[in-house]
């Protein structure tokens, strides 16, 4: 049996395809022990069972986003030693007491988490959460206890899980009924996890958070995953300009053939300037992703009268960014986006509707790594040699 050696740690082609008869509470994950420090691949101990509302995935697949490796880097405070992960799919193995809309054999994605009893929650707004921090970045369920551990000479070791409700980068996730989504089965499933975060976040942006109208005007300010999802969505939308912002030929490159009808190379032009000679009055709606202070001031200064700028890209934990106030009494509006303000159980299966009519091909965005090479794939996403990392883990 072929086995790879990577930081002290190891993976067998058994342990790799996730395959087992029965789950029997191990798994194998990657793991940030230290700030900015590489995955170390470490076999876990996971509870057997799922809770009451708990569904456990036999992981197939996992994006990597760039909140990812915010956490890694420690920009946000998540404690360590933690397993990441949270745009994951695969099969469901078991299901917890309660559980109702999927059971084994089920082939599902997963989303973020949420309560589902306070305000927001009530309300379907799911995304902003009373309790999102700690559900979604915790490292724990919200009653403190974790399903992870490892056995050593000290006796035994918790392992920080829960991420998003999921901890997708093992062969095994244990999510809740609240996050998970039943799929199709005609689609790849290797493909879907994605759809979970950073699709759903620029393409929710566009058609639920803004609802773009047919020939408005939308500028979006950064193209890699969100922000190309969000060109597609404003194509579907019927936009009329859409404005892509960017420094690399190639992602702009990228977001012509998906929809945008002018491209700005950040270093080469003076984007403000162009914004306002393509748009004549200013932009109706502009998407901000980079998560640069500069830009977000940027994106509320070239807005048309009562237009709205959304900031959707994350920054490291504190980072303040200057608005020019005066620039907001001409009605325009400044908002945050979380999760493009989606119910996953509604959103995601229509974006597979629209990716099956040719509507959404973001499988144009997508390059596939074996698990072992996780760390390839994160310097890789750094490198903007990839816009899409999806981590094969497991065998369907």
Same mark, same amino acid.
């Given at each position: ?13 058994? $342990? ?26 470490? =076999? ?9 509302? =708990? ?13 990812? &490796? ?9 404690? !360590?030693?933690?397993? !990441? ?10 299901v917890g007491d309660g559980v109702v809309t999927v059971q084994p054999g089920d082939h599902v994605a997963l989303s ?6 306070? *305000? ?9 959460c009373y309790y999102g921090y700690e559900a979604n970045f915790g490292g724990a369920r919200l009653d403190g206890t974790?399903?992870?551990?490892? =056995? ?25 009924? $609240?996050?998970?989504?039943? &799929? ?14 950073? !699709? $759903? ?16 005007? &939308? ?31 190639? +992602? ?91 119910i996953p159980q509604i959103f995601i299966p229509k974006l597979i509707e629209y990716y099956k009519a040719g509507q959404?091909?973001?499988? +144009?965005? &997508? $390059? ?20 899409? *990392?999806? !981590? ?5």
């Amino acid at each position: 049996m072929k086995t790879y050696s990577l930081q002290n740690s190891s993976i067998t082609d058994s $342990q790799e395809s996730g395959h087992a008869d029965k789950f029997h509470g191990k798994v194998l994950a990657a793991v940030v022990r230290e700030k900015r420090a590489p995955f170390l691949f470490e =076999e876990l101990d996971m509870e057997v069972r799922p809770r009451a509302n =708990e569904v456990l995935v036999r992981v197939i697949a996992t994006g990597i986003c760039q909140t990812d &490796v915010h956490i890694r880097n420690q920009e946000y405070p998540v404690p !360590l030693p933690v397993v !990441l992960g949270h745009e994951g799919a695969g099969i469901v193995e078991q299901v917890g007491d309660g559980v109702v809309t999927v059971q084994p054999g089920d082939h599902v994605a997963l989303s973020y988490q949420a309560c589902g009893t306070c *305000p927001s929650c009530r309300t379907g707004h799911y995304p902003y959460c009373y309790y999102g921090y700690e559900a979604n970045f915790g490292g724990a369920r919200l009653d403190g206890t974790n399903a992870l551990s490892k =056995e050593n000479s000290s006796g035994k070791e918790v392992i920080h899980g829960h991420f998003f409700g999921q901890s997708s980068f093992a062969t095994y996730a244990l999510a809740t009924e $609240q996050n998970v989504v039943k &799929v199709p089965k005609d689609v790849p499933l290797e493909l879907l996890g994605p759809l979970g975060c950073g !699709l $759903q976040t620029g393409a929710g942006a566009v058609l639920n958070s803004l609802k773009v109208p047919a020939g408005a005007s &939308v500028v979006i300010m950064g193209t890699g995953t969100v922000g190309l999802a969000a060109i597609m969505a404003a194509r579907i939308a019927g936009a009329g300009s859409i404005i892509a912002v960017d420094v690399s030929p190639q +992602r702009l490159q990228l977001a012509s053939e998906l929809g945008a009808t002018h491209t700005i190379n950040g270093k080469e032009e003076d984007t403000a300037q162009r914004i306002k000679e393509i748009t004549v009055n200013g932009a109706d709606y502009v998407l901000e992703i980079t998560g640069l202070p500069q830009m977000l001031k940027m994106a509320v200064n070239v807005l048309a009268p009562l237009g709205t700028a959304a900031l959707i890209g994350g920054s490291p934990a504190g980072t303040e960014a200057p608005i020019t106030m005066t620039s907001l009494l001409g009605g325009r509006t400044l908002r945050g986006i979380a999760q493009g303000d989606s119910i996953p159980q509604i959103f995601i299966p229509k974006l597979i509707e629209y990716y099956k009519a040719g509507q959404f091909p973001f499988d +144009r965005l &997508v $390059q596939y790594y074996d698990f072992k090479d996780i760390n390839l794939a994160m310097e890789d996403m750094a490198s903007a040699k990839v816009i899409k *990392p999806i !981590l094969r883990i497991g065998k369907q």
